[in-house]
C-alpha cells in the first residue's frame, strides 16, 4: 500500500531536515550538509558526497553514497525500507557509514 504524497512528503522532508541537523551537530567539522530543494547534499572532508533527495513520482527517498553506491527506500510502517533488503532502514544504513569513516555515533 503506497503512502499519500502530504504523507510522503513531510516524513522525507522531516528525515532530510534530521539527518542534516545531526551531521551539522556531530560532524560539522568533516561534513558540509546542505538541503536545497528537497536534495540533502553531504559533502565530506577529504573528498566523496552522499546525495539524498525525494523521488515524488516513486515517493521513495534515493541515496547516493561514496561507499555503498546508489539505493531507493520506500516508507512503510513509519520507516525508510530499502526496496533492495527489506533489513535494511536509510537512518541506519547511513549511521553505519559514517560510524565507519568518522568513529561517531549519529541518531537519525
Request: glycine residues 10%; aromatic residues 8%.
Amino acid at each position: 500500500m503506497s503512502v499519500d504524497e502530504s504523507r510522503f512528503a513531510a516524513a522525507a522532508d522531516d528525515l532530510l531536515n534530521r539527518i542534516a541537523d545531526s551531521v551539522d551537530d556531530i560532524l560539522g567539522d568533516d561534513i558540509d550538509a546542505e538541503i536545497q530543494g528537497g536534495i540533502l547534499t553531504m559533502s565530506l572532508d577529504g573528498g566523496g558526497q552522499y546525495v539524498i533527495n525525494k523521488h515524488g513520482p516513486n515517493r521513495q527517498i534515493w541515496m547516493s553514497s561514496p561507499f555503498s553506491g546508489a539505493s531507493h527506500y520506500d516508507f512503510a510502517e513509519g520507516q525508510w525500507i530499502s526496496t533492495r533488503d527489506s533489513a535494511n532502514r536509510l537512518p541506519q544504513v547511513l549511521a553505519d557509514e559514517l560510524k565507519a569513516k568518522y568513529g561517531q555515533d549519529l541518531n537519525f
